[in-house]
């Protein structure tokens, strides 16, 4: 198995522009999460799904962020419109329970 | 969600053993221990996770109190490819897991 496979692996914007996150996860597993990391707050949980569908979404700074599963293979995460402040490393996971998730290697966002 | 404590920065001699600790003390009953590690500029990385009793794999042991409410999760021979940030985390199985700030483990030649 190729493990969770996220793209692009980097990406820099000009604020304002649109970002979409790409991420597909191990075949089989239920559920998908989406998290954010940066220095100042670590690791942050943003959303995640269970077959398709949003569970938990209070982790979603704000509206310009929306994440969508679908179908089981490919989950997005856009934000609209982009702003420096959501420079961050953004790591998709799978799991077939809530336990032993799987990361992918991140995709690191630079919004000038 | 339980919280957890764990110390910010810890250091082991390579081939030593590395005992990292997290108190857990308002833990429920239907709570899970686990633990996870991140490697400089790398995704998580699962290590193992238990509900009462003892556990051990490939990677590490974990250690649980009788009275659940800390863990200690030891690596038996640290090499300088454990050096990492090592996340305590307590959920139920059912529900999402938050992780914490960590302890960053330096592993000293």
């Known amino acids: 198995d190729a493990g969770v496979i996220q793209s692009p692996r980097h990406e820099v914007t000009e604020m304002g522009q649109e970002v979409t996150l790409r991420c597909k996860p191990i075949?089989?597993?239920?559920?998908l999460f989406w998290y954010r990391q940066t220095m100042m707050r670590g690791l942050e949980l943003l959303i995640y799904?269970?077959?398709?569908?949003?569970?938990?979404d209070s982790g979603m700074p704000e509206d310009r962020f929306s994440a969508k599963m679908p179908n089981a293979s490919f989950s997005t995460l856009k934000i609209q419109p982009s702003e420096p402040r959501d420079s961050a490393v953004y790591f998709c996971?799978?799991?077939?329970?809530?336990?032993?998730?799987?990361f992918g290697p991140g995709t690191r966002l630079t919004v000038l | 969600d339980a919280k957890t404590t764990q110390p910010p920065s810890m250091d082991c001699a390579e081939g030593r053993a590395a005992n990292l600790p997290c108190n857990h003390s308002?833990?429920?009953?239907?709570?899970?221990v686990y633990w996870y590690r991140q490697i400089h500029s790398q995704g998580p990385q699962y290590i193992i996770h238990?509900?009462?009793n003892n556990e051990t794999n490939e990677m590490a042991s974990l250690i649980i109190t009788e009275d659940r409410k800390s863990s200690t999760l030891i690596l038996p021979h640290a090499t300088l490819r454990d050096t990492a940030v090592y996340y305590c985390?307590?959920?139920?199985?059912?529900?999402?897991?938050?992780f914490g700030p960590g302890t960053s483990l330096s592993v000293i030649p």
């Open positions: 799904f269970n077959n398709n569908v949003p569970i938990d």
């Open positions: 238990g509900l009462k």
């Open positions: 308002t833990i429920s009953g239907n709570e899970y």
């Open positions: 996971a799978s799991s077939r329970l809530v336990d032993e998730q799987f």
């Open positions: 985390i307590v959920g139920a199985s059912y529900d999402k897991v938050i």
């Open positions: 075949s089989g597993h239920d559920y």
